[in-house]
């Protein structure tokens, strides 16, 4: 049987930003397809999939860029981004001649010349693009570049040995020159100004794991939709396994047709009889947010630990989460059968359990574009408190003391999401989600002095054009711990 390490995370460290609203739906429409072209991206926190749809339509106004533009490096990677960019240009007409040229036979594979130059077309619309800020050089440079309307997006070039592009990313992205948040108030305001309910707890924890709020924002007591935090709880019931003596971190796990779900990740791709090891599965389950990682490890564990160790983590109340949905359920009753569930809140256990027992064997015919429309608000998700998720993180240091929970620090930091002074901060760890009208992020760091502080974002609506771009929502995390740091 084939046996495949899941792919080391390229950790996000997402630029500033100063508006909270997205980019507009063509735009990331247009940088989900380039997405399918890269051959290495992480696809950070994209769970269960990212649409254009839950994206706004159009981009709130912001002051026109004051610096300079960034000078691109010499190199491979970057004479192709610096040629990319001039087809970002509305009096240009892209050639999907050249872009033959330019481009490795493997992305081709996936996206032709035409489409690709089609793509690029229209997010010239909105060109001229101008560099704002570079990292990389050689074979591999991302580029934060800014369209005429102040949109921000994260363009991610890379090289084989041969000049030609292998990688063609476009992500949302974010103004380099964003003040941080200066106060807890003006924190407060910018979450406020989404429009959404929000919830945002800052908590310290102390040496037995307790966690004390030292600020909150919105609605922190009432359980919202996590998306893929609940990965955390998987991650804890795996250890208890492991402590249990029923796991191994080096138990190989074998991948079959019927645990395949959708991406992010990469596991899907495999084919069936493909072997990981519990450590391998865990570590893309979180740092990559692979879903089917996360369902092959439910599969082991089963679902009925995994609420166990909701309870055992320290969430108020399990039973909202109740049987637990596997990614496959998640994505079956919200968008392959959606007629077959109207409410998951308004089923018993019982009736729920039923369901799930007819949630299609083998791989789902599901179009991870389809995604559309939110479904947490008819109870088809994961929820928890901000409190919830602070004693998660803390439940999850604590498993790491023990010698069955050794891997568990660097699995949780191996994608931080944010980008924090590591003399400040020299330990982040994170997990965060989302799906179609809901984004959520949670951080546990710990300061060069000994304390620990927990950092919870959670944003739902029923309107997903209303949400903030992640990496947009992600940098009131980083003004959070700085104003904590302050």
């Known amino acids: 049987m084939p046996r495949t390490p899941l792919p080391s995370p390229r950790p996000d460290r997402p630029l500033r930003a100063r508006s909270l ?5 063509a735009t990331l429409a247009a940088a989900l397809v380039l997405t399918g072209c890269s051959s290495s991206s992480d696809d950070s926190e994209t769970e269960p999939t990212s649409t254009a749809s839950s994206t706004s339509t159009t981009s709130t106004p912001v002051e026109e860029p004051s610096s300079e533009p960034a000078d691109l490096p010499e190199g491979p990677a970057g004479e192709q981004a610096a040629w990319f960019l001039e087809q970002l240009d509305p009096e240009t007409t892209v050639s999907a001649d050249e872009i033959t040229a330019r481009v490795s036979e493997a992305v081709l594979a996936e996206m032709s010349a035409e489409d690709l130059a089609a793509t690029l077309t229209a997010l010239a619309a909105t060109g001229p693009w101008t560099p704002r800020a570079v990292a990389g050089e050689g074979s591999a440079v991302s580029v934060t570049i800014v369209d005429t309307a102040a949109t921000y997006l994260e363009m991610q070039v890379a090289t084989d040995e041969a000049g030609q592009v292998t990688t063609l ?26 429009g959404v309910d929000h919830s945002l707890q800052v908590s310290t924890v102390d040496e037995a794991g307790l966690c004390t709020p030292v600020h909150q924002a919105g609605e922190t007591a009432t359980p919202m939709p996590v998306g893929s935090i ?19 971190w080096d138990t190989e796990l074998t991948l079959t047709d019927d645990l395949k779900s959708l991406p992010s990740g990469t596991l899907q791709d495999q084919p069936a009889g493909t072997t990981v090891t519990v450590q391998q599965a865990a570590a893309g389950m979180i740092s990559i947010s692979d879903n089917t990682a996360t369902d092959l490890l439910i599969s082991t564990v089963g679902r009925d630990a995994v609420v166990s160790a909701m309870g055992d983590m320290g969430h108020h109340d399990p039973a909202l989460n109740t049987p637990l949905l596997t990614t496959r359920d998640l994505f079956w009753f919200g968008w392959g059968a959606p007629e077959a569930v109207p409410s998951w809140t308004d089923l018993d256990v019982d009736a729920r359990e039923a369901l799930q027992g ?19 608000d008819d109870g088809l998700d994961w929820f928890a408190t901000a409190a919830d998720l602070c004693s998660a ?18 699995i949780l930091s191996a994608n931080t999401g944010i980008t924090l002074d590591e003399a400040d901060w020299p330990y982040v760890a994170f997990k965060g989600g989302n799906a179609p009208g809901e984004i959520a992020g949670s951080w546990l760091a710990e300061t060069a002095d000994g304390e620990t502080v927990v950092v919870s974002l959670q944003l739902a609506t029923d309107d997903p054009l209303a949400l903030p771009a992640p990496v947009d929502l992600f940098s009131l995390a980083e003004d959070a711990f700085g104003l904590y740091g302050s």
């Open 169 to 194: 990313f476009f992500a949302p992205g974010s103004n380099p020159d964003r003040a941080p948040a200066a106060s807890w108030d003006e924190l407060d305001s910018l979450l406020g100004d989404t």
């Open 393 to 410: 993180h803390a439940g999850l240091q604590t498993m790491a003391g023990t010698e069955a929970g050794e891997p568990v620090r660097d």
């Open 21 to 25: 609203r997205a980019p507009g739906a």
């Open 230 to 248: 609940v990965k955390l709880y998987v991650l804890g019931a795996v250890v208890t396994a492991v402590a249990d003596g029923t796991l191994t």
């Open 358 to 376: 007819e949630v299609p064997a083998g791989l789902l015919d599901i179009d991870p574009m389809s995604v559309t429309t939110p479904r947490w």
